[in-house]
């Protein structure tokens, strides 16, 4: 199977904890936008949903699908979220953010009674940190608000360049909720959790890529088939 055939597969097997009647989570990312597709292909059979997008990505995808949407406002708490991620270790420790829509992505996850990831076999590690935390940051007062997230990392055993992501014509990436990602290249991450709660008593730091103690079940696809992964 080619990493993106993994990423279906584990998409499919996801689609089977999904049941009438449910509201849902939707993930960003491509192996978060293939549950989509085959979730819009369910819809189209019949399925009743209502869904929260933690993306303008996913809600255009869903919404070209025909799958029913709602907001966190309208609908406050879901039974499940599925979503894709950057890594993620045996006690499912994720990071996320790659595609820039970590706090969208936390808000509904954290607003779900169940949140299950889906990946490829390639995002599963021993320890965090060989993709990059991303970190959302609130533009006003940025350059002190590194200096804050560096100085908290290196306390915790995280050294590496914070970079502020750009796109691919070099202007500043902006999030959905307008701020800009900081993607830290600290290496292994000694631990995910206290560096989670530390960044996010940082002001200007808005959320960070850590999600530890979230996700209750992985799906993992890989050349042997698809196994699921519960937080060691
Ligand atoms: C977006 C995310 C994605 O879930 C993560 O980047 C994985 O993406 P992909 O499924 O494309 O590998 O966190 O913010």
């Known amino acids: ?83 894709g991620a950057d890594e993620l270790d045996g006690a499912l420790n994720l990071t996320k953010g790659g595609g820039g829509a970590l706090l969208r992505e936390k808000i509904v996850a954290m607003a779900s009674d169940r949140m299950i990831v889906i990946a490829d076999e390639s995002k599963v590690v021993e320890n965090l940190g060989a993709f990059d935390l991303p970190i959302e940051v609130v533009p006003f007062g ?7 997230i560096e100085k908290l990392a290196a306390g915790l055993g995280c050294k590496g360049p914070v970079t502020r992501r750009k796109t691919a014509s070099g202007e500043d990436f902006i999030t959905d909720g307008g701020h800009y990602i900081y993607d830290c290249a600290f290496g292994v991450i000694p ?35 698809v196994r699921e992964i519960k937080p060691a």
């Open 142 to 148: 940025a350059g002190a608000t590194v200096i804050m």
């Open 1 to 83: 199977m080619t990493p993106d055939e993994q990423k279906r597969a584990a998409a499919a097997k996801a689609l089977d904890y999904v049941t009438e009647g449910m509201k849902l989570g939707l993930g960003t990312g491509s192996t978060a936008a293939h549950f989509v597709d085959l979730l819009g292909g369910r819809v189209k059979q019949g399925l009743g949903v209502i869904c929260v997008p933690t993306s303008k990505a996913t809600h255009k995808q869903a919404e070209a699908l025909g799958i029913p949407l709602t907001t966190l406002d309208e609908t406050p708490s879901l039974d499940l979220t599925v979503d």
């Open 191 to 225: 631990d995910p959790v206290a560096l989670d709660s530390g960044l996010n008593k940082i002001p200007g730091v808005v959320e960070n890529g850590l999600f530890t103690g979230i996700a209750a079940l992985a799906v993992i696809a890989g050349d042997d088939g």
